[in-house]
């Protein structure tokens, strides 16, 4: 499978925002994004994505509506609740971006301490 986006740029403006509405609408509490596009990427295969819920039900909605984007099978998801995510230490091993801040000042400067 080929990359995702052109540059780490066009993945706000192509990706992010579809993502982000369909989260808000489903419950989600926060989306995160890390991996190669996270780290500024030039050319990521994929969308590294951490959802978390508090509750089952509101995850199988938004897994529903992911299947129908065009790119979902390009999206590589991780969910876990706000307590697994605290036992976990996953945000400070995986250095994840929540959606909501991404910029794209961010993911190019980011790229350029590579």
Known sequence: MGPIAKSTKSVRSAWVPPLQDLAARHGCVTLYLFGSTARGSNSPNDLDLLAVYDTLENLDNFLLELDKLDF?????LVAMTPSELRASRFLLRSEAIPVGDLTDVQLTSRHALE
């Open 72 to 76: 979902s099978s390009l999206v590589d």
